[in-house]
Protein backbone atom coordinates (compact mmCIF):
# COMPACT_ATOMS: atom_id res chain seq x y z
CA UNK A 1 0.00 0.00 0.00
CA UNK A 2 1.10 3.55 -0.90
CA UNK A 3 0.02 6.99 -0.52
CA UNK A 4 -0.01 10.46 -1.79
CA UNK A 5 -0.86 13.49 -0.70
CA UNK A 6 -2.79 16.21 -3.29
CA UNK A 7 -2.95 19.79 -2.42
CA UNK A 8 -6.02 21.85 -3.44
CA UNK A 9 -4.18 25.07 -3.63
CA UNK A 10 -5.79 26.45 -7.16
CA UNK A 11 -9.18 26.27 -6.22
CA UNK A 12 -11.61 26.41 -2.80
CA UNK A 13 -11.42 23.07 -1.38
CA UNK A 14 -15.28 23.22 -0.63
CA UNK A 15 -15.95 23.89 -4.24
CA UNK A 16 -14.00 20.67 -5.23
CA UNK A 17 -15.53 18.84 -2.68
CA UNK A 18 -19.17 19.92 -3.25
CA UNK A 19 -22.12 20.23 -0.40
CA UNK A 20 -21.40 17.31 2.43
CA UNK A 21 -18.45 16.12 0.19
CA UNK A 22 -21.04 14.68 -2.38
CA UNK A 23 -18.32 15.36 -4.83
CA UNK A 24 -15.63 13.40 -3.43
CA UNK A 25 -17.99 10.58 -2.06
CA UNK A 26 -18.78 10.09 -6.26
CA UNK A 27 -14.92 9.99 -6.58
CA UNK A 28 -14.26 7.63 -3.88
CA UNK A 29 -17.13 5.47 -5.30
CA UNK A 30 -15.08 5.44 -8.74
CA UNK A 31 -12.30 4.08 -6.91
CA UNK A 32 -13.16 1.19 -4.34
CA UNK A 33 -9.92 -0.10 -3.68
CA UNK A 34 -8.37 3.33 -2.45
CA UNK A 35 -9.12 5.58 0.33
CA UNK A 36 -9.37 9.54 -0.17
CA UNK A 37 -8.89 11.46 3.13
CA UNK A 38 -10.11 15.02 2.74
CA UNK A 39 -8.29 17.65 5.09
CA UNK A 40 -8.40 21.00 4.73
CA UNK A 41 -7.02 21.75 1.03
CA UNK A 42 -5.34 18.12 1.13
CA UNK A 43 -6.33 15.24 -0.30
CA UNK A 44 -4.47 11.70 1.08
CA UNK A 45 -4.97 8.99 -1.31
CA UNK A 46 -4.10 5.23 0.19
CA UNK A 47 -4.39 2.32 -2.72
CA UNK A 48 -2.25 0.48 -4.90
CA UNK A 49 0.48 2.29 -7.13
CA UNK A 50 -1.29 2.07 -9.94
CA UNK A 51 -4.89 3.60 -9.12
CA UNK A 52 -3.39 5.84 -6.77
CA UNK A 53 -2.16 7.23 -10.13
CA UNK A 54 -5.55 6.97 -12.00
CA UNK A 55 -6.99 8.62 -9.14
CA UNK A 56 -4.48 12.09 -9.28
CA UNK A 57 -4.73 12.19 -12.86
CA UNK A 58 -8.75 12.02 -12.45
CA UNK A 59 -8.89 14.74 -9.73
CA UNK A 60 -6.03 16.95 -11.98
CA UNK A 61 -9.04 17.33 -14.44
CA UNK A 62 -11.71 17.72 -12.54
CA UNK A 63 -9.40 20.89 -10.72
CA UNK A 64 -8.84 22.05 -14.39
CA UNK A 65 -12.63 21.89 -15.12
CA UNK A 66 -13.43 23.59 -11.63
CA UNK A 67 -10.97 26.32 -12.19
CA UNK A 68 -12.60 26.92 -16.31
CA UNK A 69 -15.79 26.59 -15.32
CA UNK A 70 -15.94 28.47 -11.74
CA UNK A 71 -18.47 25.66 -10.69
CA UNK A 72 -18.32 21.78 -10.47
CA UNK A 73 -21.65 19.62 -9.43
CA UNK A 74 -22.03 16.02 -8.78
CA UNK A 75 -23.45 15.04 -11.93
CA UNK A 76 -20.56 17.01 -13.40
CA UNK A 77 -17.95 14.91 -11.56
CA UNK A 78 -20.07 11.78 -12.66
CA UNK A 79 -19.59 12.37 -15.85
CA UNK A 80 -16.03 13.19 -16.23
CA UNK A 81 -15.24 10.22 -14.24
CA UNK A 82 -17.46 8.16 -16.69
CA UNK A 83 -15.31 9.43 -19.93
CA UNK A 84 -18.38 11.66 -20.73
CA UNK A 85 -16.24 15.36 -21.40
CA UNK A 86 -19.22 15.85 -24.38
CA UNK A 87 -22.73 15.08 -22.25
CA UNK A 88 -24.82 18.06 -22.26
CA UNK A 89 -24.57 18.37 -18.61
CA UNK A 90 -21.08 18.83 -19.07
CA UNK A 91 -20.40 21.87 -20.91
CA UNK A 92 -17.78 22.14 -23.23
CA UNK A 93 -14.37 23.95 -22.19
CA UNK A 94 -14.98 26.35 -24.56
CA UNK A 95 -16.25 25.60 -28.65
CA UNK A 96 -16.11 29.26 -29.28
CA UNK A 97 -13.63 31.99 -29.64
CA UNK A 98 -15.83 34.41 -28.01
CA UNK A 99 -16.45 32.40 -24.86
CA UNK A 100 -13.58 33.55 -22.44
CA UNK A 101 -14.21 32.35 -18.99
CA UNK A 102 -16.65 30.68 -16.89
CA UNK A 103 -17.04 33.05 -13.78
CA UNK A 104 -18.76 31.42 -10.13
CA UNK A 105 -21.82 29.62 -10.62
CA UNK A 106 -21.13 28.69 -14.13
CA UNK A 107 -21.41 32.24 -15.55
CA UNK A 108 -20.25 32.20 -18.85
CA UNK A 109 -18.36 35.68 -19.58
CA UNK A 110 -17.75 36.18 -23.42
CA UNK A 111 -17.26 38.37 -26.14
CA UNK A 112 -20.53 40.06 -26.89
CA UNK A 113 -19.53 42.49 -29.75
CA UNK A 114 -17.79 42.28 -32.91
CA UNK A 115 -15.26 44.26 -31.71
CA UNK A 116 -14.37 42.92 -28.79
CA UNK A 117 -14.33 39.54 -30.23
CA UNK A 118 -11.43 41.35 -32.17
CA UNK A 119 -10.28 42.17 -29.14
CA UNK A 120 -10.17 38.43 -28.49
CA UNK A 121 -8.61 37.20 -31.39
CA UNK A 122 -5.68 40.21 -32.03
CA UNK A 123 -4.22 39.06 -28.47
CA UNK A 124 -3.60 35.73 -29.87
CA UNK A 125 -1.02 37.21 -32.61
CA UNK A 126 0.08 40.36 -30.65
CA UNK A 127 1.64 41.39 -27.38
CA UNK A 128 0.30 44.68 -26.58
CA UNK A 129 -3.21 46.14 -27.29
CA UNK A 130 -4.81 49.51 -27.36
CA UNK A 131 -8.52 49.13 -27.08
CA UNK A 132 -10.00 52.61 -27.63
CA UNK A 133 -13.60 53.78 -27.55
CA UNK A 134 -16.74 55.27 -25.38
CA UNK A 135 -18.05 54.44 -21.97
CA UNK A 136 -19.99 50.79 -21.79
CA UNK A 137 -18.32 49.63 -24.76
CA UNK A 138 -16.99 46.73 -22.23
CA UNK A 139 -12.93 47.31 -23.02
CA UNK A 140 -12.16 47.05 -19.73
CA UNK A 141 -14.26 44.00 -19.26
CA UNK A 142 -13.18 42.49 -21.88
CA UNK A 143 -9.28 43.04 -21.38
CA UNK A 144 -10.05 41.65 -17.56
CA UNK A 145 -11.57 38.31 -18.76
CA UNK A 146 -8.69 37.82 -21.43
CA UNK A 147 -6.34 38.16 -18.10
CA UNK A 148 -7.89 35.83 -16.02
CA UNK A 149 -8.23 33.23 -18.76
CA UNK A 150 -4.51 33.31 -19.28
CA UNK A 151 -3.85 32.94 -15.95
CA UNK A 152 -6.13 30.00 -15.47
CA UNK A 153 -4.62 28.06 -18.39
CA UNK A 154 -1.23 28.83 -16.64
CA UNK A 155 -0.01 31.06 -19.75
CA UNK A 156 0.86 33.76 -16.89
CA UNK A 157 1.77 33.62 -13.79
CA UNK A 158 0.49 37.37 -12.35
CA UNK A 159 -2.33 39.37 -13.59
CA UNK A 160 -1.15 42.96 -13.00
CA UNK A 161 -4.29 46.11 -13.51
CA UNK A 162 -3.59 49.44 -13.40
CA UNK A 163 -5.13 52.95 -13.70
CA UNK A 164 -3.98 56.68 -13.01
CA UNK A 165 -5.54 58.01 -10.14
CA UNK A 166 -6.78 61.03 -11.55
CA UNK A 167 -10.77 61.47 -11.65
CA UNK A 168 -13.08 64.01 -12.66
CA UNK A 169 -10.84 66.67 -11.29
CA UNK A 170 -10.63 65.28 -7.26
CA UNK A 171 -7.32 65.38 -5.23
CA UNK A 172 -6.33 62.28 -3.37
CA UNK A 173 -5.15 64.32 -0.73
CA UNK A 174 -8.47 65.66 0.35
CA UNK A 175 -9.68 62.09 0.63
CA UNK A 176 -9.73 60.41 4.29
CA UNK A 177 -7.72 57.21 5.04
CA UNK A 178 -4.62 55.80 4.36
CA UNK A 179 -2.92 55.49 0.99
CA UNK A 180 -4.60 52.19 0.24
CA UNK A 181 -8.29 53.84 1.23
CA UNK A 182 -7.70 56.70 -0.97
CA UNK A 183 -6.88 54.82 -3.92
CA UNK A 184 -9.44 52.25 -3.66
CA UNK A 185 -11.97 53.78 -5.08
CA UNK A 186 -10.34 54.52 -8.34
CA UNK A 187 -9.34 51.24 -8.72
CA UNK A 188 -13.29 49.82 -8.15
CA UNK A 189 -14.15 48.68 -11.19
CA UNK A 190 -10.99 46.60 -11.90
CA UNK A 191 -12.26 45.12 -8.38
CA UNK A 192 -15.95 44.70 -9.79
CA UNK A 193 -14.62 42.82 -13.43
CA UNK A 194 -12.83 40.35 -11.39
CA UNK A 195 -15.62 39.91 -8.63
CA UNK A 196 -17.79 38.38 -11.97
CA UNK A 197 -15.02 35.89 -13.08
CA UNK A 198 -13.50 34.65 -9.88
CA UNK A 199 -14.98 33.12 -6.85
CA UNK A 200 -14.43 35.60 -3.71
CA UNK A 201 -12.27 33.49 -1.40
CA UNK A 202 -10.01 32.52 -4.51
CA UNK A 203 -9.78 36.38 -5.55
CA UNK A 204 -8.76 37.34 -2.06
CA UNK A 205 -6.39 34.46 -2.06
CA UNK A 206 -4.72 35.81 -5.15
CA UNK A 207 -4.78 39.30 -4.08
CA UNK A 208 -2.97 38.69 -0.78
CA UNK A 209 -0.32 36.15 -2.47
CA UNK A 210 -0.02 39.00 -5.32
CA UNK A 211 -0.80 36.72 -8.05
CA UNK A 212 -3.57 39.55 -9.01
CA UNK A 213 -2.12 43.17 -8.07
CA UNK A 214 -4.10 46.24 -8.42
CA UNK A 215 -2.10 49.24 -8.06
CA UNK A 216 -2.01 52.77 -9.24
CA UNK A 217 0.07 53.11 -12.62
CA UNK A 218 2.48 55.69 -10.67
CA UNK A 219 3.71 52.23 -8.91
CA UNK A 220 4.87 50.89 -11.82
CA UNK A 221 7.98 53.06 -12.01
CA UNK A 222 11.16 51.12 -11.95
CA UNK A 223 10.03 47.64 -12.35
CA UNK A 224 9.91 44.84 -14.90
CA UNK A 225 6.91 43.28 -15.34
CA UNK A 226 7.45 39.82 -16.52
CA UNK A 227 5.53 36.49 -17.14
CA UNK A 228 2.23 38.98 -16.27
CA UNK A 229 -1.13 40.25 -18.12
CA UNK A 230 -0.44 43.87 -17.82
CA UNK A 231 -3.80 46.08 -18.36
CA UNK A 232 -3.76 49.89 -17.98
CA UNK A 233 -7.18 51.46 -17.73
CA UNK A 234 -8.59 54.47 -18.25
CA UNK A 235 -5.20 55.14 -20.07
CA UNK A 236 -6.23 58.77 -21.66
CA UNK A 237 -5.70 60.04 -18.20
CA UNK A 238 -1.58 59.71 -18.17
CA UNK A 239 0.48 61.98 -20.06
CA UNK A 240 2.78 60.95 -22.97
CA UNK A 241 5.62 60.25 -20.27
CA UNK A 242 3.87 58.29 -18.03
CA UNK A 243 2.67 55.74 -21.10
CA UNK A 244 6.29 55.70 -22.43
CA UNK A 245 7.33 54.76 -19.12
CA UNK A 246 4.35 52.26 -18.54
CA UNK A 247 5.01 50.33 -21.92
CA UNK A 248 8.64 50.26 -21.00
CA UNK A 249 8.31 48.25 -18.31
CA UNK A 250 7.07 45.53 -20.45
CA UNK A 251 9.04 42.01 -19.71
CA UNK A 252 9.85 39.13 -22.76
CA UNK A 253 6.64 37.00 -21.37
CA UNK A 254 4.23 39.66 -21.08
CA UNK A 255 0.92 40.78 -22.83
CA UNK A 256 -0.22 44.79 -22.23
CA UNK A 257 -3.62 46.00 -22.82
CA UNK A 258 -4.13 49.72 -22.73
CA UNK A 259 -7.73 50.97 -22.88
CA UNK A 260 -8.94 54.63 -23.16
CA UNK A 261 -11.54 56.72 -24.19
CA UNK A 262 -9.88 60.23 -25.68
CA UNK A 263 -13.65 61.62 -25.05
CA UNK A 264 -12.85 61.39 -21.56
CA UNK A 265 -10.07 63.56 -20.60
CA UNK A 266 -9.77 64.16 -16.79
CA UNK A 267 -6.34 65.68 -16.59
CA UNK A 268 -5.46 69.21 -15.33
CA UNK A 269 -5.87 71.66 -18.53
CA UNK A 270 -2.18 72.39 -18.40
CA UNK A 271 -1.51 68.81 -19.26
CA UNK A 272 -2.31 66.91 -22.37
CA UNK A 273 -3.20 62.93 -22.84
CA UNK A 274 -0.70 61.12 -23.80
CA UNK A 275 -2.73 58.06 -25.21
CA UNK A 276 -3.14 59.45 -28.99
CA UNK A 277 0.25 60.30 -29.52
CA UNK A 278 1.19 56.60 -28.29
CA UNK A 279 -1.65 55.11 -30.64
CA UNK A 280 0.21 57.58 -33.36
CA UNK A 281 3.61 56.78 -32.52
CA UNK A 282 3.07 52.81 -32.15
CA UNK A 283 0.30 51.73 -34.50
CA UNK A 284 2.49 50.61 -37.41
CA UNK A 285 4.75 48.25 -35.22
CA UNK A 286 4.42 44.64 -35.41
CA UNK A 287 2.72 42.90 -32.24
CA UNK A 288 1.53 46.09 -31.64
CA UNK A 289 -2.58 46.27 -32.06
CA UNK A 290 -4.96 49.07 -31.98
CA UNK A 291 -8.68 48.06 -32.07
CA UNK A 292 -11.35 51.47 -32.16
CA UNK A 293 -14.44 50.26 -30.19
CA UNK A 294 -17.92 52.34 -31.14
CA UNK A 295 -21.42 53.30 -30.32
CA UNK A 296 -22.25 49.92 -31.53
CA UNK A 297 -20.07 48.23 -29.12
CA UNK A 298 -22.03 49.71 -26.15
CA UNK A 299 -23.62 46.92 -23.93
CA UNK A 300 -25.14 48.93 -20.58
CA UNK A 301 -28.33 49.87 -20.69
CA UNK A 302 -30.03 50.86 -24.13
CA UNK A 303 -30.19 54.67 -23.03
CA UNK A 304 -26.22 54.71 -22.90
CA UNK A 305 -26.06 54.69 -26.46
CA UNK A 306 -28.36 57.48 -27.04
CA UNK A 307 -26.55 59.51 -24.51
CA UNK A 308 -23.40 59.31 -25.69
CA UNK A 309 -24.90 60.45 -28.97
CA UNK A 310 -26.23 63.25 -27.30
CA UNK A 311 -23.16 63.84 -26.16
CA UNK A 312 -21.22 63.96 -29.20
CA UNK A 313 -23.72 66.29 -31.24
CA UNK A 314 -22.77 69.77 -31.74
CA UNK A 315 -25.08 71.86 -29.83
CA UNK A 316 -25.51 74.11 -32.90
CA UNK A 317 -27.08 71.42 -34.83
CA UNK A 318 -29.90 71.29 -32.45
CA UNK A 319 -30.74 74.56 -32.63
CA UNK A 320 -30.76 74.34 -36.28
Not at 21 to 32: D, E, G, V, W
Not at 270 to 281: C, E, F, I, Y
Request: neutral net charge; hydrophobic residues 40%; aromatic residues 4%.
Amino acid sequence: MNEIEIMLDEVNPSDFLGVNNANLKIIQAAFPKTKIISRGNQLKIVGDDHEIQDVKVKIAQLVDYLLKKGSLTETHVADLLNHKPDSESTPQASTDKDVLVFGPNGKVIKARTPNQLKMVESMETNDILFAIGPAGTGKTYTAVALAVRALKNKEIKRIILARPAVEAGENLGFLPGDLKEKIDPYLRPLYDALDDMIPAEKLKQYIESRVIEIAPMAFMRGRTLDNAFVILDEAQNATELQLKMFLTRMGPHAKFIITGDITQIDLPKQQQSGLPTAVDRLKDIKGISVIQLTIEDVVRHRLVREIIKAYNRDPKDDKK
